[in-house]
């Protein structure tokens, strides 16, 4: 596919000292959903505010369907936005909001009668259309915005936070139906947020940023099985972290070496020995181990403490050195077969080479 959006040594400076943006190059594909994801103060939404053209750039190139339109304001780029708090005008019907642009466009009226109808039959709210923003509910609200902004058939929708004001089963529901609309209407998406679930659930690409940066970027799965430092790791699902050294290297196998006990792993770049690491786990990597069984790796300890999820239970195990992980969850229909240990137990943990992520240097406890 060819690049819709091509960014190139993108930087935004607000003064000497705070850097919103820092040298970003990226490149989007044509009907592709990028998701920028990131902390508070990372810079994402900087970078998708100067895409929109909302926010000049201190340096770089912002190219939009191979034309530069670094410079040129936001009406003038065939780009639309959907900001957080939907920006939907209380007095005027949900027929006016979504048709107002398509009216500044000087377009007929049946024109934007019939674009007004096609768009609230995407987002299915079409049996609203003379009814006005109060009368409708938070997810309405977010979906006549989608309406409005796909009504003018932008090469790229930019979406800010868009699900950021709804309940959690509210915004579990529309990160699905955001996803089903992309696939409708086959325009390029690019969206920021800080929740890793909205990323990885609608997301074709994920740009995970750092300190105004591009921390890394690749395919949801490609970044949680395979995060390239702590930060990624931790920002994308939930990670154990374990201090450690490289005590020997066979091939791509290492043995890490901490506080007495030692984790075999399989290593995806080159160590040496004597090395200071971070081991890094995933909660549901490890595995409570029968009495006999055995594993890859096996990490003694006693329960700390059972937390309830509701789908099932999480397991916090103290090892001998003083260090916590936090075991996978154990589901309902798990638990007919198999005992919950009780706080103060203790259990043996197994863990596979190939689930173990091996980071350089160590990371504050």
């Known amino acids: 596919m060819a690049a819709i959006i091509q960014l190139e040594n993108l930087s935004k400076h607000f003064s000497p000292t705070i850097i919103g943006v820092d040298d970003v190059s990226l490149s989007v594909e044509d009907g592709e959903f990028v998701t920028l994801l990131g902390p508070s103060g990372c810079g994402k939404s900087t970078l998708l ?68 109808i096609d768009a609230l039959r995407l987002v299915e709210l079409q049996d609203k259309i003379d009814q006005r923003p109060q009368q409708l509910s938070g997810g309405q609200r977010q979906r006549i915005a989608l309406a409005r902004a796909i009504v003018r058939r932008p090469k790229v929708l930019l979406l800010d936070e868009p699900l950021s004001a709804l309940d959690a089963k509210l915004r579990e529901l529309m990160q699905i139906e955001l996803k089903h609309l992309h696939e409708k209407v086959g325009i390029t998406f690019i969206m920021v947020t800080h929740d890793q679930t909205e990323a990885l659930v609608m997301s074709d690409r994920v740009v995970v940023m750092e300190a105004g940066r591009i921390a890394q970027e690749g395919k949801p799965q490609d970044l949680y099985d395979h995060p390239k430092s702590p930060y990624v790791a931790n920002f994308i699902g939930t990670t154990n972290f374990l201090n450690g050294t490289i005590d020997s290297v066979d091939g791509s196998r290492a043995v890490i070496g901490m506080n007495g006990a030692s984790l075999n792993a399989d290593l995806e770049t080159a160590f040496s020995k004597g090395a200071a690491v971070t081991a890094g786990i995933r909660p549901e990597k490890i595995r409570v181990l029968a009495d006999g069984e055995s594993a890859g790796n096996v990490l003694s300890g006693t329960v700390a403490e059972v937390i309830y999820y509701g789908l099932g239970l999480r397991l916090s195990v103290k090892l001998p050195g003083g260090e916590k992980v936090y075991t996978d969850r154990i589901l309902p229909d798990r638990l007919a077969q198999t005992s919950v240990p009780e706080v103060g137990q203790p259990v043996r943990l197994g863990v596979d080479p190939q689930n173990v992520f091996v980071f350089e240097g160590r990371i504050e406890p």
């Open 49 to 116: 505010r100067m895409i929109g053209g909302f926010e000049k750039p201190t340096a770089g190139t912002i190219r939009l369907a191979d034309k530069d339109v670094t410079w040129d304001p936001p009406y003038r780029r065939a780009v639309n936005m959907v900001f957080q708090d939907y920006a939907l005008f209380p007095h005027m019907t949900i027929g006016e909001n979504v048709g107002y642009g398509l009216k500044m466009m000087k377009l007929g009226k049946s024109e934007i009668e019939t674009s007004v």
